[in-house]
């Protein structure tokens, strides 16, 4: 998931500086925010994450512990 979303800032970086390089010959203006969809997916994303981890860490298989009688 890191690798992921280090590739999607990277591509997306580029994508959004060629953008504002074309915008004004083709007479666009960009919005400067995300949009409130794209602002909700990074929260989205982190809760789903941390959901996956919190049943990952409840259903993994108990490690075997020596005991001695």
């Known amino acids: 998931m890191r690798e ?6 990277v591509g997306h970086a580029g994508l959004d500086e060629l953008c ?3 915008t004004p010959e083709l007479n666009i ?17 982190a809760a789903v994450l ?3 981890r919190d049943l990952n860490m409840n259903t993994a ?5 020596s005991s001695a009688d």
């Not at 992921?4 to 800032?9: D, E, F, N, V, Y």
């Not at 203006?29 to 989205?44: C, D, K, M």
């Open 29 to 45: 203006t960009l919005p400067h925010q995300a949009t409130p969809q794209q602002q909700q997916f990074v929260p989205t994303s």
């Open 4 to 9: 992921a979303g280090r590739h999607l800032i």
């Open 61 to 65: 298989s108990p490690t075997p512990s």
């Open 50 to 52: 941390t959901a996956r």
């Open 20 to 22: 504002r390089k074309i």
